[in-house]
């Protein structure tokens, strides 16, 4: 095979690390069962592989960064069409997660949804419920987005993107109405001192979104009085 020019390990290494995967469970998602698959494939330089690393969105990326990403998903789409059916399931994890990156969403839910199929104990993989609670969101399919964000903080809850998945289900749960569950969302990201990816808009629209329960009929005294708080506490 036709080398691609990135190291399939090194490369999934730098997006578990993109998307909140760390220690054992970041070696893991990194592995490929085939190891003539790996030896078709040079390794990055540790200058490289620090390149890849911190990338959420495609806005933030400049050019090399870009191009490592793109990459890695021709590497893993040849993969897939060498191993004719027989894949592990991983790779398609990883390729969900490069799309993702990339904001190639119909890929990267293609991806996903190939890995849910073959891998049973899929519910174990926090960052791949969190990859695909990231493409429902992205969907507008709140519902299933919800679900996957909810089961990332049940089996992780210490996971480094929990700030982000607060902010989302805030958002959420606001446009649901279930105000008391957006309320409480919103107060969990707000003590997270971690790093989020969300945009300026996005962010914006949180902080609206409290303001938009102060307006809401009938609201509980209990959530308006602590929405008031949290409103004071950002100013």
Not at 185 to 193: G, P
Not at 218 to 226: D, S, W, Y
Request: hydrophobic share 40%.
């Amino acid at each position: 095979m036709k080398s691609c020019g990135v190291s399939l390990t090194a490369a999934a290494s730098a997006a578990a690390r993109s998307l909140g995967v760390a220690g054992n469970d970041e070696e893991k998602m990194a592995s490929v069962t085939a190891t003539e698959i790996e030896e078709d494939f040079p390794k990055l330089t540790a200058q490289e592989k620090e390149s890849l690393v911190g990338t959420d969105r495609l806005g933030n990326m400049c050019v090399k960064r870009l191009g490592r990403f793109l990459s890695a998903v021709r590497c893993y789409d040849a993969v897939i069409l060498k191993a004719e059916g027989k894949v592990d399931p991983d790779i398609y994890c990883q390729l969900g997660h490069f799309s993702l990156l990339l904001e190639d969403y119909p890929k990267a839910l293609s991806a996903y949804q190939r890995y849910f199929t073959l891998q049973s104990d899929y519910w174990k993989n926090a960052a791949f419920l969190y990859g695909l609670g990231m493409v429902y969101f992205h969907y507008n399919a709140f519902q299933w987005s919800i679900k996957a964000f909810q089961e990332v903080l049940y089996i992780d809850p210490s996971f480094s993107r929990a700030k982000e998945i607060h902010l989302r289900l805030g958002l959420m749960f606001k446009v649901n109405t279930d105000y008391e569950s957006s309320l409480k969302h919103f107060q969990l990201a707000s003590i997270d001192s971690n790093l989020c990816t969300l945009s300026k808009a996005e962010s914006k629209a949180a902080k609206e979104a409290y303001e938009s329960l102060l307006q809401t009929e009938n609201l509980p005294a209990k959530v308006k009085a602590t929405t008031l708080q949290q409103l004071d506490a950002s100013a």
